[in-house]
T-cell receptor, first 114, second 115 residues
Framework: DVKVTQSSRYLVKRTGEKVFLECVQD?????MFWYRQDPGLGLRLIYF???????EKGDIPEGYSVSREKKERFSLILESASTNQTSMYLC?????????????FGSGTRLTVV | DQQVKQNSPSLSVQEGRISILNCDYT??????FLWYKKYPAEGPTFLIS?????DKNEDGRFTVFLNKSAKHLSLHIVPSQPGDSAVYFC??????????????FGKGTKLSVIP
């Protein structure tokens, strides 16, 4: 069964810490995405990548960066965690040409910044 | 500017009845529309999709209807079951350059099916 795996289900970090969220997919998908989900705000795109070493800003990139050194791995980095970055973070991947089935999502990482 | 809108944050339906979830969009360049279902503490999972050249797609208890002139789509669940209780996201796909498609999501509708 194909999957997108996020390394942690729950994380608690302190304000000011550097936080790494890891995502790995085993479907040889070209595209990978990071979203955050907050009540009443839906899914908001942080960053995405269409290829190795390539990255594009989404709708809310401030306070975040990403790294994609290998096709299967896409990392989200919180340079200096703040309490307003407490959220559910979702990684997704997709085939370049695939519209009909959209994205495959990971199970999410619930991050709490204290 | 929200290109995909789900105007109802929540919906409650009795078990066995029909659930109708609505979605409106503004971008006429969208070529596919998708519905995702999300349980708490899990990632969204793909439910059903429809091409912009069709007006209906059915998969078991789930049917999606598309009205292009009104820029409106809806998801019908018949009959509704308690296990359908989840947040449903409407999404629309458009070509975004670099040979790829990108989804734009609505804010979601929380469906509660009451036994």
């Amino acid at each position: 069964d194909v999957k997108v795996t996020q390394s942690s289900r729950y994380l608690v970090k302190r304000t000011g810490e550097k936080v790494f969220l890891e995502c790995v997919q085993d479907m040889d998908h070209e595209n990978m995405f990071w979203y955050r989900q907050d009540p009443g705000l839906g899914l908001r795109l942080i960053y995405f990548s269409y290829d190795v070493k390539m990255k594009e800003k989404g709708d809310i990139p401030e306070g975040y960066s990403v790294s994609r050194e290998k096709k299967e791995r896409f990392s989200l980095i919180l340079e200096s965690a703040s309490t307003n970055q407490t959220s559910m973070y979702l990684c997704a991947s997709s085939l370049r040409q695939d519209s009909l089935y959209g994205y495959t999502f990971g199970s999410g990482t619930r991050l709490t910044v204290v | 500017d929200q290109q995909v809108k789900q105007n109802s944050p929540s919906l409650s339906v009795q078990e066995g009845r029909i659930s109708i979830l609505n979605c409106d969009y503004t971008n006429s360049m969208f070529d596919y529309f998708l519905w995702y279902k999300k349980y708490p503490a899990e990632g969204p999972t793909f439910l059903i999709s429809i091409s912009s050249i069709k007006d209906k797609n059915e998969d078991g208890r789930f049917t999606v209807f598309l009205n292009k002139s009104a820029k409106h789509l809806s998801l019908h669940i018949v009959p509704s079951q308690p296990g359908d209780s989840a947040v449903y996201f409407c999404a629309a796909s458009a070509y975004s350059g670099a040979g790829s498609y990108q989804l734009t999501f609505g804010k979601g509708t929380k469906l509660s099916v009451i036994p």
